[in-house]
């Protein structure tokens, strides 16, 4: 039911219904595609330059949910931080694990995916500025051209939008390219080191970052412990006593630096 009011009004009868969403399901999927990606852009821009746009664009929905779907497919870089460099992780990790055994089997390894050469910042901020931006432009656009219609036709006047309502993506996919950029300049001044090795030392230093944070913070914890008035005796001395020992592990993690945990053989950590 859901279906036939919003994508398909005319289709009556669940038979037509079925057919209908299985062939725009398999219309969208094949358009996450990268192969079609420029083609889908102009053919978007077409519509939404055309003088009745919003008439074009009620007759070729499913070409709006087939970019809709590509963007959803492509946009991480449009996430936070955490979850962008997640996702970039493991895409080029199985871009890797494709030219390993390409490699293995005594072929040319494919574009990016070689792990010796490839530097995975240049290649975010490639990704970034031709692929990802672009298409996020053209939604940017759309979804103005869509607010302003319904502006048009309803009676009742209405603010316009600020850009960065419709458009709340940018300063995310800006802050992630300047991360990119810093990782690019430290990759270009470490004296040729192997980008794979570089990925592995940010992710140590990460990870010791991330202890220190954490100690840090039991630390400023023990201290207001201390500050509390009211305490006894026996707490106020166990409280100095785990404020001395996490002390002693913040100056010895600090120095240690972030690659020492993997000096160990015996244990590893």
């Known amino acids: 039911m859901l279906v036939n009011m919003l994508i398909y009004p005319h289709a009556h009868t669940h038979v037509h219904t079925t057919r209908v969403v299985r062939s725009l399901v398999i219309e969208m999927v094949l358009a996450t595609d990268m192969s079609s990606h420029f083609d889908q852009l102009k053919h978007m821009r077409q519509l939404m330059s055309s003088p009745d746009?919003?008439?074009?664009m009620e007759k070729g929905r499913s070409k709006v949910f087939c970019l809709l779907l590509?963007?959803?497919d492509i946009s991480h870089p449009g996430k936070?931080?955490?979850t962008h460099h997640e996702f970039t992780n493991r895409l080029v990790e199985e871009f890797f694990r494709q030219g390993d055994q390409e490699m293995q089997l005594g072929r040319i390894c494919s574009p990016l995916c070689n792990r010796n050469t490839t530097s995975v910042p240049e290649c975010q901020l490639g990704f970034i500025d031709y692929i990802v931006s672009p298409s996020f432009d053209v939604c940017g656009?759309?979804?103005e051209l869509l607010v302003?219609?319904?502006?048009?036709a309803n009676t009742v006047p209405c603010s316009p939008l600020k850009r960065e309502v419709l458009r709340?993506?940018?300063e995310t996919i800006n802050s992630n390219k300047r991360a990119w950029r810093m990782r690019a300049k430290k990759m270009s001044e470490g004296g040729g080191t192997k980008p794979q090795q570089n990925a592995e030392r940010e992710e140590e230093e990460l990870k010791a970052e991330k202890k220190r944070?954490?100690?840090e913070t039991h630390r400023v914890s023990t201290m207001e412990t201390l500050r509390t008035p009211g305490g006894s005796e026996t707490t106020t001395i166990m409280t100095r006593e785990?404020?001395?020992?996490?002390?002693?592990?913040a100056t010895v993690v600090t120095k240690a630096g972030p690659s020492s945990s993997s000096n160990n053989p015996t244990t590893g950590r």
């Open 53 to 56: 746009a919003i008439v074009q």
């Open 70 to 72: 590509h963007m959803a």
């Open 80 to 82: 936070e931080w955490e």
């Open 141 to 143: 656009d759309l979804l």
């Open 148 to 152: 302003s219609g319904d502006s048009l």
């Open 168 to 170: 709340p993506w940018e």
């Open 213 to 215: 944070s954490t100690i």
């Open 242 to 249: 785990m404020h001395r020992v996490v002390t002693d592990i």
